[in-house]
């Protein structure tokens, strides 16, 4: 089993950064990608970005250029760098780990930009 454990959500104005946190934790796992993920009031659950054990980095259209993903794989943790904040990434933002031939996702951690 794996436990994930997401920080750094809050209230930013526009323009402005936040960096998310995500920390892995249980027994005998093997992390291979880590990803966040976003759900604004109304909406679908997205894709925000994605990296994989080797770094490898995917990202969602919208987010180019403005976010930036990273992980240490000795902490078994993952972040997300936001900037240039827009009210639009108004969100609960979600990590998601593969591990184990399975997907853990995190509790989600609110991200609001005020305009």
């Known amino acids: 089993q794996v436990q994930l454990v997401e920080s750094g959500g809050g209230l930013v104005q526009a323009g402005g950064s936040l960096r998310l946190s995500c920390a892995a934790s249980?027994?005998?796992?093997?992390?291979?990608?880590m990803g966040w993920y976003r759900q604004a009031p109304g909406k679908q659950r997205e894709l925000v970005a994605t990296?994989?054990?080797?770094?490898?980095?995917n990202y969602a259209e919208s987010m180019k250029g403005r976010f930036t993903i990273s992980r240490d794989n000795a902490k078994n943790t993952v972040y997300l760098q936001m900037d240039s904040l827009k009210p639009e990434d108004t969100a609960v933002y979600f990590c998601r780990v593969n591990a184990n031939a399975r997907v853990y996702w995190g509790q989600g951690t609110q991200v609001t930009v005020s305009s």
């Open positions: 249980g027994s005998a796992f093997s992390i291979n990608v």
């Open positions: 990296i994989s054990s080797g770094g490898s980095t």
